[in-house]
């Protein structure tokens, strides 16, 4: 069973929104979630976490004021609402959770230590 499963991508003009959704096949609880971007020849970037604990959000800077990311456990779904999307923003976004907050919630936290990863969507946005 996949952990992690992303979706919710799609074409939007410059401007416009999108709503990214998370579904986890496990108990979430107690995980910290983030939100991942690569696109194309780009190395990928951590866009936003939210902490298991107290479900405070955290930014990258390049996306500060037009992203939300928020989780409802109850439904074992993290989301990432994308607005005023722009032309730096296209990319596969994935989801990643690991149990272990402190680190999920820095951009520095490896990749490769997360406990679970989901299959990307993909966000294109063009006029």
């Known amino acids: 069973q996949v952990p992690l499963v992303a979706s919710g991508g799609g074409l939007v003009p410059p401007g416009g929104s999108l709503r990214l959704s998370c579904l986890a096949s496990?108990?979430?609880?107690?995980?910290?979630f983030a939100w991942f971007r690569q696109a194309p020849g780009k190395e990928r970037e951590w866009v936003s976490a939210?902490?298991?604990?107290?479900?405070?959000?955290h930014y990258a800077d390049s996306v500060k004021g037009r992203f939300t990311i928020s989780r409802d456990n109850a439904k074992r779904t993290v989301y990432l609402q994308m607005d005023n999307l722009n032309p730096a923003d296209p990319a596969d976004y994935y989801c990643?959770?690991?149990?272990?907050?402190?680190?999920?919630?820095?951009?520095?936290?490896?990749?490769?230590?997360?406990?679970?990863w989901g299959m990307g969507t993909q966000v294109t946005v063009s006029s």
């Open positions: 990643a959770a690991d149990a272990y907050e402190m680190g999920v919630i820095t951009a520095s936290f490896p990749p490769a230590e997360y406990d679970y």
């Open positions: 496990f108990k979430m609880d107690y995980y910290a």
């Open positions: 939210i902490s298991s604990s107290d479900e405070r959000p």
